[in-house]
DNA sequence: GCCAACGTTGGC
DNA sequence: GCCAACGTTGGC
């Protein structure tokens, strides 16, 4: 069981337009980055994603999971690209910021900090557990 | 608004 | 295949 992150900038895609997909969930499109779309292809469904906004908030405001494995993406005019599609699962009761994970001992060496333009990444369990309970959630 | 980091493109 | 130039992302 994997966990990753997924970046969005709130002005194009917040937290509150996932939530009000309910069920349906969203496609993750727009990925045109290899790194990232290798990530998008190993997500396997059911898997858990932080739901990251950057930009102005730059803060893990809460947690969404895989609804469909990769596919094509269908925003893509050319090339070969993926995405899957995600559900909203739980917001943050707390939102962890980027200074709260920099802050963090155990988390100096996420993704988020150490690649920071990665807009899908990679997360450890350790690293989910311990932003969980800073989020206020209870961890699973 | 600026700049650093990173990725991509194109000339050689 | 190398590397300089350029564009984009994202933090500050």
Redesign the pocket.
Known sequence: MAFWLL?T?PETWSWESQVKRGAKGEPWSGV????ARLNLRAMKKGERAFFYH??EA?AVVGIVEVAKEAYPDHSAEKGDWSMVDVVAVEPFRIPVT??DV?AAAMLCEMV?V??????VQPVTDAEWKLVCKMGGLKTK
Not at 114 to 119: A, F, Y
Request: hydrophobic content about 20%; glycine content about 6%.
């Open positions: 970046k900038e045109r980055n290899y790194q950057s930009g730059r980027l200074a920099k988020l150490k690649n920071t333009r990665l807009s």
